[in-house]
């Protein structure tokens, strides 16, 4: 018989919860040089103690409190200046190409102009995941997913992986159920299949969020998920044979799947996502000076850019008004007011350099470690090693999903061009020689080939394999066509044409 009885129980369990500070660095840290420049400028007009270093507002206030006289001339010349301004045209709301403010590439008045920022897809993402109900403990879930997607709109870390480095990091235990459910939510988020773990789970999602209700969507559904081999080899024949599907049928399911995206673009290139690159970094060797020093001797010159290291500091203004309130042997309730003000601002300007100072750090070390991994490059502009984020994540000690974040769109400026600093994470593939070279080489390698070959009798994967192997890449066949993959070259049939 089972007792009924009410009982008492006591569980102890340790707990870290991410402070205000740690949650702001982990955003500062991520952004992009022009986000991270209009993030400071909302810091300093929300909170009037942050100041940048040089700026004097406090001088501006006392000169203006000691002469009345001096505010009204200023407020006169103000209301003076408004008057020159047509202000109607300015705002007007005319169609493009008739005197409007609006950007237009096409307008000789702005072509040499940047393009306006636009918001990247992992900002995007961060927005949607905000709106979704979820707590504490799966927004920081939710976090360390969206910091693990790769270029291709894919997640493809282990879950219990994500599970272990939230653990370590917060102390709080996590399961990797708890990770996949988040990962389920973030998939069905827009791009519908992002953060996908594969290429079946990708599309299965975007299948089953389509509102299309077509025979061929609900052909497609079982193709995917219940032979999905099938398709992969395109098996018509046997496709058709157990779906029981006729050749129209099948045709239009493939149709249908065709419209289906393998790859919801997740970082875009600069170019294509309309942002002007802003160089995060410069690097450059100096060679040593010493007459008697060999042609290698020299150091690496790793100069983060001015508008990533903003001297910030709290206002003297607001200190002396602190400590002329603290002063006050009695004080009125405005006083206190105020003073509870004043100390919340300060306190908060405070959290705000220190997370500045630290992103600065960060980002110095990790660029320094990639500097250290990869100097043949960074020396000769050519010579990429293999590399991967946990490479860079072990020597700085920091979590992959980190690393992932100070890499994604931040760029470095070399004498050989500019980089974004993912160009630099790479798999190895091994060499006659015995060492590894970058994969990167090996896709270049792969597409001088295939832009050689008679375009009458393309290559297969197995005779690219071979020319490969020649060339001294020990790769296999399946390595050819996920590198052909990436390139976005398909296969032999398809790249061939009629002469």
């Known amino acids: 018989m089972i007792s009924q009885k009410p009982s008492l129980s006591q569980r102890q369990s340790l707990q870290q919860k991410l402070s205000p500070q740690q949650i702001q660095y982990i955003k500062l840290l991520q952004m992009p040089t022009q986000v991270f420049e209009q993030r400071i400028k909302e810091e300093i007009e929300m909170n009037p103690t942050l100041e940048e270093a040089g700026d004097e507002p406090e001088e501006m206030t006392v000169q203006a409190d000691d002469s009345d006289d001096e505010r009204d001339d200023s407020e006169e010349r103000e209301i003076e200046d408004d008057r020159e301004i047509d202000w109607d045209s300015y705002f007007s709301d005319d169609e493009p190409g008739s005197g409007s403010t609006s950007y237009n590439p096409d307008q000789d008045d ?92 990708c599309l299965l999602v975007q299948i089953e969020l389509s509102k299309d209700q077509s025979p061929a969507r609900e052909h497609v559904l079982k193709m995917v998920r219940d032979h999905w081999e099938d398709v992969e080899k395109k098996h018509f024949q046997r496709l058709m044979k157990r779906l029981n599907l006729s050749e129209d049928e099948i045709r239009d399911a493939f ?21 002007y690159v802003i160089p995060d970094f410069e690097v450059f060797f100096q060679e040593s000076t010493d007459d008697d020093s060999s042609e290698d001797a020299g150091d690496f010159v790793i100069r983060l850019n001015r508008r990533n290291l903003p001297d910030m500091k709290i206002s003297n203004h607001y200190m002396s008004m602190l400590e002329h309130l603290k002063g006050k042997k009695k004080q009125s309730r405005e006083d206190k007011e105020t003073h509870h003000f004043i100390k919340d601002k300060m306190e908060s300007a405070k959290w705000f350099i220190d997370s500045l100072r630290q992103r600065q750090n960060t980002l110095m070390n990790v660029m320094q470690t990639i500097v250290a991994l990869q100097e043949d490059f960074f020396r000769r502009g050519k010579g990429l090693k293999p590399m991967i984020l946990k490479d860079v994540a072990e020597r700085v000690n920091l979590d992959v999903s980190t690393i992932s974040r100070v890499v994604n769109g931040k760029f470095v400026q070399t004498p050989f061009g500019v980089y974004e600093l993912r160009y630099f994470f790479n798999e190895g593939v091994g060499t006659d020689s015995g060492e590894d070279v970058a994969s990167r080489e090996v ?16 290559y297969s994967d197995q005779k690219l394999m071979e020319f490969l192997r020649k060339d001294g890449f020990q790769v296999a066949r399946r390595t050819v066509t996920k590198y052909r993959e990436q390139l976005n070259l398909p296969v032999a049939r398809l790249r061939k044409e009629l002469v």
């Open 255 to 275: 149709h249908f799947l065709q419209t289906l995206d393998p790859k919801p673009g997740f970082f875009e290139s600069a170019s294509d996502a309309g942002n």
């Open 443 to 458: 896709k270049n390698r792969l597409a001088e080939i295939i832009e050689k070959e008679p375009k009458d009798s393309p």
């Open 110 to 201: 702005w072509r040499d102009l940047p393009k306006p920022y636009q918001e990247s897809q992992l900002e995007k993402l961060e927005k949607q995941v905000w709106l979704l109900d979820l707590s504490e403990k799966e927004r920081f879930i939710a976090d360390q997913i969206l910091g693990s997607i790769d270029d291709d709109g894919y997640f493809r870390r282990e879950l219990s992986s994500v599970a272990d480095g939230i653990a370590f990091q917060t102390g709080v235990p996590v399961q990797p159920s708890e990770v996949e459910n988040v990962l389920k939510r973030i998939q069905r988020l827009d791009p519908p299949g992002i953060a996908a773990r594969n290429l079946r789970e």
